[in-house]
């Protein structure tokens, strides 16, 4: 069974509880990263499978691991398995939960156990919330799908027993609105789970672009692009997380908020394997936010 998460109410705590560890669960992860395959735990498969340890995501020459220990079998990367996991525990097969992501093997999987999950794409700022839209990925075959913008949900105030974002976050222009967004769909009780990259030991969130009222992108640092199934260009990073996002779901009206752990290397659950100072080390982590009011 994969373990449970450990779950923290502040970053502090968080921090607190992983450092005297830290090195010890670098030092794992090096020795992992320079294997070719891992034999581990799936969650999705329900037994020991062979997971390829380079998802072709990388620091300089390094893997990064998040990223990476890819089951053979089912596809599901390190951060996807932990999330598939938490939505095990924290969701009933007969909750209605908003998934914003629907062509992944992850968004497959959701389907199948959830069969009330409503997954999405993001199309375009100017496609109506909930439209059918069609999409075409890198191999340009076309797929229908309902589009939902994170800033602009579709969803009425209070009618969604969950919502899951997988690294969506980080690419939203207003990471505030956004949340508050997640909030308004939710159910009193209900509860956001999400991931995204995120550094405890960042001091300070750090915004890369901004959207003027035109629609216009201004970069304040570097670009930053990730990887998307769908546009092959990659999708631009408005925000790197870090201490003080507390404080942001804070601001979005969140009353419930918690930081999950779950660092287990037999699972494939590790750090990202980032060897260039502790800022942007990233632990197998998971974002909880429960709407009590």
């Given at each position: 069974?994969?373990?449970?998460?450990?779950?923290?109410?502040?970053?502090?705590?968080?921090?607190?509880?992983?450092?005297?560890?830290?090195?010890?669960?670098?030092?794992?992860?090096?020795?992992?990263?320079?294997?070719?395959?891992?034999?581990?735990?799936?969650?999705?498969?329900?037994?020991?499978?062979?997971?390829?340890?380079?998802?072709?995501?990388?620091?300089?020459?390094?893997?990064?691991?998040?990223?990476?220990?890819?089951?053979?079998?089912?596809?599901?990367?390190?951060?996807?398995?932990?999330?598939?996991?938490?939505?095990?525990?924290?969701?009933?097969?007969?909750?209605?939960?908003?998934l914003l992501e629907a062509f992944s093997p992850f968004a497959s999987y959701v389907s199948s156990v959830f069969p009330l999950a409503e997954l999405s794409e993001y199309h375009g700022p100017?496609?109506?919330?909930?439209?059918?839209?069609?999409?075409?990925?890198?191999?340009?075959?076309?797929?229908?799908?309902?589009?939902?913008?994170?800033?602009?949900?579709?969803?009425?105030?209070?009618?969604?027993?969950?919502?899951?974002?997988?690294?969506?976050?980080?690419?939203?222009?207003?990471?505030?609105?956004?949340?508050?967004?997640?909030?308004?769909?939710?159910?009193?009780?209900?509860?956001?789970?999400?991931?995204?990259?995120?550094?405890?030991?960042?001091?300070?969130?750090?915004?890369?672009?901004?959207?003027?009222?035109?629609?216009?992108?201004?970069?304040?640092?570097?670009?930053?692009?990730?990887?998307?199934?769908?546009?092959?260009?990659?999708?631009?990073?408005?925000?790197?997380?870090?201490?003080?996002?507390?404080?942001?779901?804070?601001?979005?009206?969140?009353?419930?908020?918690?930081?999950?752990?779950?660092?287990?290397?037999?699972?494939?659950?590790?750090?990202?394997?980032?060897?260039?100072?502790a800022e942007f080390l990233m632990l197998p982590t998971l974002i909880r936010a429960t709407k009590w009011t």
């Open positions: 069974m994969y373990p449970e998460m450990r779950w923290y109410g502040s970053v502090d705590a968080l921090v607190s509880a992983v450092s005297p560890s830290l090195s010890t669960m670098c030092g794992i992860d090096a020795e992992i990263a320079a294997r070719e395959f891992l034999d581990g735990y799936c969650v999705r498969c329900d037994g020991v499978r062979r997971l390829k340890v380079d998802g072709g995501a990388y620091f300089g020459t390094d893997v990064n691991l998040r990223e990476g220990l890819v089951c053979q079998a089912c596809g599901l990367n390190s951060r996807t398995r932990q999330l598939f996991a938490s939505m095990l525990r924290q969701y009933g097969r007969g909750d209605r939960i908003a100017s496609t109506p919330g909930g439209q059918i839209s069609v999409f075409s990925g890198p191999d340009n075959v076309p797929r229908e799908a309902c589009h939902q913008d994170m800033l602009a949900l579709s969803f009425a105030d209070g009618s969604l027993d969950g919502i899951v974002h997988n690294d969506v976050l980080e690419h939203v222009p207003d990471a505030v609105a956004g949340l508050a967004e997640c909030r308004r769909v939710l159910k009193p009780g209900a509860t956001a789970l999400f991931t995204m990259p995120w550094f405890p030991w960042l001091p300070e969130t750090l915004v890369r672009g901004t959207l003027d009222v035109d629609g216009k992108l201004h970069e304040i640092l570097p670009t930053e692009l990730h990887g998307d199934g769908i546009r092959p260009e990659g999708i631009y990073t408005f925000f790197n997380f870090g201490a003080d996002f507390a404080g942001l779901l804070a601001a979005s009206g969140f009353d419930g908020i918690e930081f999950g752990l779950g660092y287990d290397p037999f699972s494939g659950a590790t750090t990202n394997n980032y060897r260039y100072g």
